[in-house]
């Protein structure tokens, strides 16, 4: 009998994958990054506890290509600066990805919120366009002229927040208790470049970062980079306290509220 790829998988294949996994290359990417302060309540308002936010409103807007064997991913996220329990890093608010390979494994495994969408980087000679886009609408746009060389930072550790969780079937809550997830990144980048620009923010009833306004704009940069990451539980999370924010991981609020169909068993 020929083999019946949704059966089960033997040990053996299934750790001949896994050693795989831990055997890629390094992969790296080419990104435009825009870093603003923001207004300070606005940053306060998105953050569920016990996440608390930093000493600086800050927003950044990451917009990549990634080179990744075979096709190429474009990848992208909004954040703002959060703190757990003295540690400093980001919390993501949308994490837009061109393919669905790169969502799955992001939102099953470490619950990032990712979401299909349309990343562009573009570059013609100093001028430089990136893009977020989903159902239409390009929510935040960058553009500029590269003006210069920046240094080389030192490889670095940075830490995001992510909430894993999983809706309740019946409609009421989440199915177990939520978890919160530090995802470590090493990170290098082997090329750096200052863009003198601008960050444009459009109105999104699906991705509503323009409630995050640049009042301060610090810097846009463009360069390559590699990164691995980590992934640790720090704590379980009251689940009364992260429902009000459920909504930030769907296009439809409904979604996250649905009990199962009138009449089924």
Partial sequence: MARIR???RTEAEITEARTAGGKLPD???TGVVAL????PDAVAAVLPPPLRPTGRPLVRATISTVDLPGYPLGAGSVAVAADHDGVEGWYPLVMPMTHERALIGGREVFGEPKKLGEVTVRRDGPVVRAALARHGIAFVEVRGAVSGPLPLPEPARKTDFYFKFLPA???SGFEGEPVLVHCLRNEKVRTLERITGDVVLRE???DPVADLPVRTLVEITIGEKTTDQQGRVVQRVSAEALLPYLHQRYDDPQQALDGPPEGSV
């Fill in 6 to 8: 949704y059966g089960a």
């Fill in 27 to 29: 992969i790296w990417s």
């Fill in 36 to 39: 603003w302060e923001s207004d």
């Fill in 169 to 171: 079937v019946d409609g």
């Fill in 204 to 206: 999104s009833m699906y």
